[in-house]
């Protein structure tokens, strides 16, 4: 996640340090869009490692890490924290100046992790000490928002946000049958589940409104800057805005 996680962050920071002198208008409006398209990335790829995460350990390390899919499927619900800005939070203080935020974001989380940690290792051994980094990073993001509420007046979208879930949600449905009523190689169940997925969460997101025409238009433009990004979103894009343009002619 980390591959994709980085870059995002990585261009959202020049993006939001030019707005450093903009109304809380501006800043909140980026804000919402900002986090809606990398909620939109991230979200979906979340919930297809944790259906696949058994079939991804097995393929790269074999079957004899039995515990490794649990590990792997559990760290991936981090990245659900995407919807109440995870990723975009930090961006946003530190292109804006405001490192103290960022740095109180980072202790909050680092205390309460110190806390848990002994406890939850004790009782639930690895597992328990991502359970105690999930609690944590929740804290702290919840903290970051709390600020961005009370400084520039953003607000969580919370509809918005619901209907990236639903549709990543549903979208698991097809590669979860497959995994579950089939006796396919593991490669191949990846290489099936995984299209299925991305198909169906393409056509959703269009069809439930998640995406607009001029979103995904923007989307694009925002992709160009991130090369291997470019290259798997064009075909996606060009085909949630022929859906798009189809549903309008339609109307």
């Known amino acids: 996640m980390s591959i994709l996680a980085v870059p995002i962050t990585t261009t959202l920071l020049p993006a939001f340090s030019k707005l450093n002198a903009s109304t809380n208008e501006k800043i909140k ?10 909620a939109m990335i991230i979200i979906p790829i979340t919930f297809l490692l944790i259906i696949l995460s058994q079939e991804i350990v ?39 100046g405001q490192t103290k935020t960022t740095l109180k974001m980072s202790l909050i989380t680092f205390l309460i992790l110190a806390v848990l940690s002994p406890i939850f290792a004790k009782t639930y051994g690895v597992q328990g000490l991502i359970i105690a980094f999930l ?28 209907k990236i879930y639903l549709s990543s949600a549903l979208s698991s449905i097809p590669p979860f049958l497959i995994l ?5 190689p593991k490669l191949l169940d990846i290489a099936i589940g995984g299209f299925l997925y991305l198909f169906t969460y393409t056509t959703l997101s269009p069809l439930t409104k998640t995406v607009t025409l001029s979103e995904v238009r923007k989307i694009a433009l925002i992709t160009q800057k991130i090369q291997f990004l470019a290259v798997i979103a064009k075909p996606i894009l060009a085909y949630q805005g022929m859906l798009l343009q189809n549903k309008e002619t339609k109307t």
């Open 29 to 38: 409006r980026f804000y919402r869009l900002a986090n809606k398209y990398t």
């Open 58 to 96: 097995d393929v790269i390390y074999g079957s004899t890490y039995t515990s490794a899919p649990m590990f792997l499927a559990t760290y991936c619900l981090l990245y659900f924290l995407v919807g109440i800005g995870y990723l975009v939070l930090p961006s946003l203080y530190n292109g804006l």
């Open 135 to 162: 609690t944590a990073s929740t804290a702290g993001t919840t903290y970051g928002l709390y600020i961005a509420r009370k400084a520039f007046k953003i607000e969580l979208d919370i509809q918005e946000q619901l």
């Open 180 to 184: 579950h009523f089939t006796q396919l």
